[in-house]
């Protein structure tokens, strides 16, 4: 069995053949799903999937950086109004994001600190997005005298920021298409790290593995991004199924 860590099937992308998204990926191995949300305007969509297939779709609870803007209180208050009524697999996706906007970096930094207390006082792990913010990132890290348990959702760093992060937290690194891309460089990164530090996700639909770089990435293509795990790690594709599905199994503690 396969786990795609973090996944937007309740994204337009999906709109008009979820269903048959969903079936493809299940038949491809891939039986648990884990929703990651944006802010406000996802959460509808996202309960929606998770209601409806409940059995292999999970939610999470949490503002997405760049969607960290004027308003961001307001949509801070809302998730956590949500975390208090309904059940979550975890918070996230929460983090810094200094690619697109450094606008609201201030308030970014706000935003993830509020959030990790939000998973210390709900026994939750988060899910981390890290985007040219990994010494940001670990600057707030570092202001908690206990971490949640976690994910380092779409890693993409260097070696020694791998290191950093197996050595002083909680988190695993989640591993996606990237790793398939020629000039990477994480399958690098990734040949010295043991197996029990990762877990697989897509990040769909961004980011498809090769050779559907530049689509609409699907959870079904979990068993390509495993498959060079394997090939990088040169063991089995069982045994990158069986540790990382038991490493999200870890993290999430669902039911």
């Not at 994910?151 to 290191?163: K, L």
Request: charged share 20%; aromatic share 12%; with cysteine.
């Amino acid at each position: 069995m396969f786990i795609d860590t973090h996944t937007h099937l309740y994204s337009e992308e999906f709109k008009t053949d979820i269903a048959a998204a969903l079936q493809k990926a299940i038949d491809a191995g891939v039986e648990k799903f884990f929703l990651p949300n944006i802010d406000s305007s996802s959460v509808a969509g996202m309960h929606t999937l998770c209601n409806k297939y409940p059995q292999h779709c999970f939610p999470m609870m949490g503002l997405h950086p760049c969607s960290v803007k004027e308003n961001y209180k307001e949509e801070l208050a809302i998730a956590y109004n949500y975390l208090q009524s309904k059940k979550y697999v975890a918070v996230g996706e929460i983090g810094i994001d200094l690619y697109w906007d450094k606008t609201f970096f201030n308030q970014q930094v706000e935003a993830f600190e509020t959030q990790i207390n939000w998973a210390l006082e709900f026994n939750l792990p988060i899910v981390i997005h890290c985007r040219n913010s990994f010494d940001e990132i670990f600057e707030v890290l570092t202001r908690f005298k206990k971490l949640p348990k976690g994910i380092f959702h779409c890693f993409s760093g260097n070696a020694e920021q791998a290191q950093k992060i197996i050595d002083t937290t909680n988190f695993k690194l989640g591993i996606g298409g990237v790793i398939t891309f020629k000039n990477s460089g994480l399958d690098k990164v990734i040949e010295n790290i043991d197996l029990k530090h990762l877990v697989l996700e897509t990040d769909s639909p961004y980011l498809a593995p090769a050779p559907y770089r530049g689509k609409r990435n699907e959870s079904a293509y979990i068993p390509l991004i495993a498959a060079k795990v394997a090939e990088v790690k040169k063991c089995s594709l069982l045994e990158v199924a069986s540790i990382t599905t038991a490493n999200a199994k870890e993290i999430f503690n669902w039911v």
